[in-house]
Structures are given as structure tokens and as C-alpha cells.
């Protein structure tokens, strides 16, 4: 088992404590840059534009199994080298890949696809699962007349409605099921990589715009550049795909009782109340890929962590614009 650093400096608060995050202070120790074996451009820790790491990282890095396949479509504008979505390529090679709109696959064409995007009719993980469970929208989520949850989400979606898994017939015959690799609700999900607004122009595309979509449930961002005016559960995409990967893992496969990796996200109390009744006990030493959730995909935030690190080494968060978290 890795266990992430425990510097002095940290506060108890600090997101990633008791996450299963490689120890990645060796980040620290590696100096100069080298050649993409792919490419050939001079890179750091990792190749953005090829998603491979290079020098001596490329035997070092963790790397993971996802339990379905994961998409990402960037905007052509995006800066590659600012995108967390590229750390999950280079993480998880075998279950990521990165398509520049508009070059993208039709995936009418595909089924068992999802898209994370709050349209007004998204679903939620656990509604994926048939798991009894409904949002809370009467007061249309404090938005203007007119408006939608999927053109701004504004608040917080904690405003979940719970109702008790029961272990009878009662119960949807799909929540009663025994999940496995194979009988996943989702075979793919795909996450849209851009701003707010460059996000609504892919999603009108008609070759994602008919796909399912699923909507988080929040937790902060711990992000430590964020889009002006947005609120802080604007996820970063590797943020996001951790989280979604989270909520299908807990509800296919429960929640381990000794992970503790939650404790400092900052996710939703609505969150909180779906995964305590899934909640299972299994060995604190137990990730195997069909085992109650035990932080198998923190490794997917190795690279993310690494910078919250320095940034709060280096940058006071009061002085510097540019990182000041809005409230």
C-alpha cells in the first residue's frame, strides 16, 4: 500500500490525506527535460501532445485499470500543456484516449455510452444503477425563469431525495444485480475538456448530443486555476473523471468501511447519504478491481496532487489573483 506525503506544512484539511496517491515526491528529484520517444519534443515529467511520460518517469509512474473506457474531447483552443485530462491518458493508456473537436467518433454509432454534462435531463450515477433515488429540482436550482440546470449550475446539487435500499422484491431488479467488469450500465463515458461556453458548442454536436448525460454529485474543486465566475464544483476533467469513476465503483461494488479517502473532498452531504447504505465491509488492504471502493483510481490525481503541492508551496493564495479561490 502507498500512502501520499504528510508534510508538516499541511493543514488537516489537506483534499488527498488517507487517498491511495503514490508517493510522488520523486517528481521533486527529476531534473531537465527530455525527449518524447514518440515526437521528439523536449517535455518535463510527461508528453501532452502524445500522452506518454518520458525519461526516467516511464518506469515509475503508477499506472491504473479503469473498469470502462473513458473519452475526452478537448477543445481545439485549449492549451494541451494546462489540461488535467491529460494526465489520465498517460496514468491509464489502455482505458483513455483525447480527441480534438471536431475530430471526434459518431457515438450514435456506439452504445453503452454516457456523457458527463448537466443538461436538464441528466441522470445521476446511482439512477444509471436504477438505484431509488431522485433530484431535488422543484425550486429549479435557484435559477432565473427560463433557465436550466444545464446552462448554469449554480448550486451546489445536494438537494437529493433518498429513499432506503431494500434488500426484497420491492427493489429494481437492476439494483439487486451482481455487477462485474462486464455488465456495467456504461461501457464508455466522455467528458467534454474546454471552457463553460466552448462546452455547450460541442455538446450541440449531433454526434454526442443524442447520449445520455450524467450529472456529478458535487464536490469542491480543489483546482488551483478556475474559470472566472465559475463556482468551485466547476471540476478540473481529471477531478471529474475520478469522481465519476468513484460513484459507478461504490454503487456496482460498495464502499469499503477502512477507506478514509473521502474524508477532505468536500462532496456533498446528498453524496454521502446514496453511498452509506452501499457501504460494505472488506480487508483495509483489499483493491482488487471488483472489491468494495479502496481508492483504486486515486492514482488517477498523481500528477494533479503533485502540483496542489507546489502551488501551495510557492503561491500565497491572498496575493495571487490568478489562484484565489472563489467562496
Known amino acids: 500500500m502507498t500512502h501520499p506525503l504528510e508534510a508538516p506544512q499541511r493543514s488537516r484539511k489537506y483534499p488527498f490525506v488517507h487517498m491511495r496517491i503514490a508517493d510522488h515526491s520523486g517528481l521533486d528529484t527529476i531534473e ?46 485549449e492549451i ?35 456523457l458527463i454534462f448537466p443538461s436538464a435531463t441528466a441522470l445521476t450515477v446511482p439512477q444509471l444503477f436504477a438505484r431509488n433515488v431522485q433530484l431535488q429540482i422543484g425550486d429549479n436550482y435557484g435559477l ?18 433518498v429513499k432506503e435500499l431494500q434488500e426484497d422484491a420491492d427493489e429494481p431488479e437492476q439494483a439487486r444485480r451482481t455487477w462485474t467488469l462486464d455488465n456495467l450500465p456504461v461501457r464508455r463515458a466522455v467528458f467534454i475538456d474546454s471552457t463553460w461556453n466552448q462546452s455547450r458548442g460541442i455538446y450541440a454536436d449531433p454526434r454526442v448530443r443524442g447520449l445520455r448525460t450524467v450529472v456529478l454529485q458535487n464536490r469542491l474543486s480543489q483546482f488551483w486555476r478556475h474559470q472566472r465566475g465559475s463556482p468551485r464544483w466547476y471540476l478540473a476533467t481529471i477531478e471529474a473523471i475520478h469522481q465519476f469513476l468513484l460513484e459507478v465503483h461504490i454503487n456496482a461494488w460498495g464502499l469499503n468501511t477502512a477507506y478514509r479517502g473521502l474524508d477532505n473532498l468536500e462532496i456533498t452531504e446528498g453524496f454521502h447519504q446514496l453511498a ?16 468494495p471502493y479502496n481508492g483504486q483510481y486515486d492514482n488517477l490525481l498523481f500528477f494533479f496532487a503533485h502540483m496542489y503541492d507546489l502551488i501551495h ?9 490568478a489562484y484565489r479561490r472563489p467562496i
Not at 510527461?46 to 473513458?70: A, I, N, T
Not at 488535467?84 to 452504445?111: C, G, K
Not at 432565473?144 to 431525495?161: F, I, N, Q, S
Request: aromatic share 6%.
Open 32 to 77: 531537465g527535460r527530455h525527449n518524447c520517444r514518440l515526437c521528439n519534443r523536449s517535455r518535463k515529467f510527461f508528453c501532452y501532445s502524445c500522452c506518454v511520460p518520458v525519461g526516467e518517469l516511464e518506469e515509475l509512474l503508477p499506472r491504473l485499470e479503469l473498469p470502462l473506457q473513458v473519452d475526452i474531447i478537448k477543445h481545439k483552443k
Open 313 to 321: 508551496k510557492y503561491y500565497d493564495h491572498n496575493d495571487l489573483i
Open 276 to 291: 452509506a447504505p452501499l457501504t460494505k465491509q472488506a480487508a483495509s488492504e483489499d483493491v482488487g478491481r471488483e472489491a
Open 80 to 114: 494541451d500543456g494546462k489540461s488535467s485530462a491529460v494526465h489520465a491518458a498517460v496514468l491509464a493508456p489502455a482505458h483513455v484516449r483525447i480527441h480534438t473537436f471536431p475530430d471526434i467518433p459518431d457515438y450514435r454509432e456506439e452504445t453503452g455510452v454516457v
Open 144 to 161: 432565473p425563469k427560463g433557465h436550466h440546470m444545464g446552462t448554469m449550475l449554480r448550486r451546489r446539487m445536494d438537494e437529493v431525495e
